[in-house]
């Protein structure tokens, strides 16, 4: 099963494609769209709109996993996050790939059995389930890993993916 995990944001969304099989997970491809804050909000949609397009025509992914919005400290980066997530939601619609939303809360109590985790204790899981290019580094691409593969481990649960 190949798998598209995505954080969305605005300014950066991580990805990750990550094949899931009973041997466990490989990381095929993962990285971010980066957007550049001094454009219109607009322009920074489209942007992110054809680069997860491209990604999903390129990776062929057969199900993806995006993090929902769940509480944010900043209020003024959740219209734009919601914004992008909406776009990101459109793209994996319009390629009709299956989506799981899954909020942070769960996505640490999956991957470290407990869900305030730090960003310190997710990372090390994902390295125990795959192995990372010495280039990754933002945690928005790490935090697609762990989307994806919390995505993996609860898709035989989630009677929507049965």
């Known amino acids: 099963m190949r798998i598209l995990g995505i954080d969305p944001g605005i300014g950066i969304t ?22 550049d804050k001094s454009m219109p909000v607009s322009k920074r949609l489209v942007e992110i709109f054809d680069d997860m397009t491209e990604i999903c025509r390129r990776y062929q992914p057969d199900e993806a996993a995006i993090e929902q919005l769940f509480f944010f400290k900043n209020q003024k980066t959740i219209i734009p996050v919601a914004e992008a997530r909406g776009v990101i939601l459109t793209v994996l619609e319009k390629e009709g790939i299956k989506t799981g939303e899954y909020t942070p809360l769960v996505i640490k109590q999956v991957l470290t059995g407990h869900g305030r ?8 899981m994902v390295e125990r389930f795959v192995t990372l290019n010495k280039n990754t580094k ?19 649960y989630d009677k929507d993916f049965n």
């Open 14 to 35: 991580g990805y990750s494609i990550i094949e899931a099989d009973k041997s466990g997970y490989t990381l095929l491809h993962s990285g971010s769209i980066q957007t």
């Open 138 to 156: 933002l945690d928005d691409t790490v935090d697609s890993i762990a989307i994806g593969i919390c995505h993996a481990r609860n898709r035989e």
């Open 117 to 124: 985790a730090e960003k310190s204790e997710v990372r090390a």
